[in-house]
Each structure stands twice: as structure tokens, then as C-alpha cells.
């Protein structure tokens, strides 16, 4: 199994809103990763986890906030969005030490309106 | 801080011909690696070919071959027999495995095959 399914694929909220961000992984990764696109833009790296423990927060603001509950999921919780948050999120994995190849899910379509 | 460089936005190319595309970096670690993912409309980020730099036998997958510069800081992606199914958004990417598991990306080419 070499997926990392991420749920849900879309998603719609108005900015009082609170909502959560699911990513799920069974290849036995130790490092998993929330990443923030814009259209015709590369990943822009928020978070990263390595042994459920919070290992890089790229300055992101608090109305993101996120969880690893276990070595298989990864949650990244929504509250007060701005329209400037709406995009593509994507969620990746990879092992901890050596080449450490990410697997990425097929991200979810968040809409700040 | 390490740095990624993809000149070229956009290309295209005839299907069953051959493309290149390119990437720099700067870095002054000596250990790391670099990636070049494909990113199809389907907006799944999918790993096209890892290169180590300790390595210099430059790396092969199928029709995917890279042709690794260390000592010029250039890797380049090259696709041969292009297929329909190769048009993506085409990112390259750096990672020092020495800590962090950070991902940097370029900017990346948007590639079409015509038929």
C-alpha cells in the first residue's frame, strides 16, 4: 500500500466556520507533512511531523492547527479561515533517514468564503 | 538556505520525441537529494525519479533519466518517447535528510505533449 488518501477531496467553509483536514497513511512512515498550493504555484511546506512530534512549524498562523494523533494520521484543524486561505492542500509521508521518498495524497480543495 | 531554480514555465513537445527539462539548485550541504515530481491534473504529486549526490551514476526509470551536475549544481529531467499521459506540471526538488525532511520546490515547468 503506497497511498496516502486524504479526506475530504473538497471542501467549502465560511469563515466562522470550523472544520478539520484528515490524512491517512499505512506505509510505516515516521515523517508526515502538511503542504499549502496555490494554483500554478509549488508546495509551500506548513508542517512536519517526525515521530508524532512537531518538528517544523513554517510560521504558519494559529487558525491552522495540527494534530498527529498516532504514526498513521495526520489532522490539520481549520478555524477562522480568510478568503486567502482557500487552496489546495496536500498531505505527504515519507520515512524517517535515507532517501526518504514523499508520498503525497491527492490533497483537498478547501473554499474560504 | 538552500534554493531551487526552474527556468523554464512552460514547454511542449511532439509525442514520441524527447524533452529536457531543467532545474538548478544552490546548496553548500555536501549530502542531500533531489526529486522531480509530477503534478497531472488530477493535482496528485507524483515522485518521477530521486537522484542521491553521493551518487554519480546519473538515475534512470524507464523512459525518466536525469543528468546530474554536482560540481555545476544542475539537474536536469529528461523524458524520452513522450505519451499523452506525460502532460503535467513538473516540479524539481530538494531535501537534506540531515535533520529537518524539509521539501523545497521550484517553481516548475508546465510540460504538453501535443499529439
Known amino acids: 500500500d503506497t497511498e496516502v488518501t486524504q479526506t475530504p477531496k473538497h471542501l467549502v467553509m465560511g469563515m466562522t466556520n470550523k472544520k478539520s483536514l484528515k490524512c491517512e497513511q499505512h506505509?510505516?512512515?515516521?515523517?508526515m507533512y502538511w503542504y499549502k498550493q496555490k494554483a500554478k504555484k509549488p508546495p509551500e511546506l506548513m508542517f512536519v511531523y517526525s515521530y508524532e512530534k512537531l518538528s517544523i512549524n513554517e510560521s504558519v498562523p494559529s487558525r491552522f492547527s495540527p494534530e498527529c494523533p498516532n504514526s498513521s494520521l495526520l489532522n490539520l484543524h481549520l478555524h477562522a479561515l480568510q478568503p486567502e486561505d482557500s487552496a489546495l492542500y496536500l498531505c505527504?509521508?515519507?520515512?524517517?533517514?535515507?532517501?526518504?521518498?514523499?508520498?503525497f495524497g491527492q490533497g483537498t480543495r478547501l473554499t474560504v468564503v | 538556505a538552500q534554493t531551487v531554480t526552474q527556468s523554464q514555465p512552460e514547454m511542449s513537445v511532439q509525442e514520441a520525441e524527447t524533452v529536457t527539462l531543467s532545474c538548478t539548485y544552490d546548496?553548500?550541504?555536501?549530502?542531500?537529494?533531489l526529486f522531480w515530481y509530477k503534478q497531472p491534473p488530477s493535482r496528485q504529486m507524483i515522485l518521477v525519479i530521486r537522484?542521491?549526490?553521493?551518487?554519480?551514476q546519473n538515475a534512470t526509470e524507464n523512459r525518466f533519466s536525469v543528468n546530474f551536475q554536482k560540481a555545476a549544481k544542475s539537474f536536469s529531467l529528461k523524458i524520452s518517447d513522450s505519451q499523452l499521459g506525460d502532460t503535467a506540471m513538473y516540479f524539481c526538488?530538494?531535501?537534506?535528510?540531515?535533520?529537518?525532511?524539509?521539501?523545497?520546490f521550484g517553481t516548475g515547468t508546465r510540460l504538453k505533449v501535443l499529439a
Open positions: 505527504a509521508s515519507s520515512q524517517v533517514g535515507g532517501a526518504a521518498d514523499a508520498f
Open positions: 546548496t553548500s550541504e555536501s549530502n542531500y537529494y
Open positions: 537522484q542521491e549526490a553521493y551518487k554519480q
Open positions: 526538488a530538494f531535501m537534506n535528510p540531515s535533520g529537518t525532511y524539509k521539501y523545497i
Open positions: 506505509m510505516g512512515h515516521r515523517a
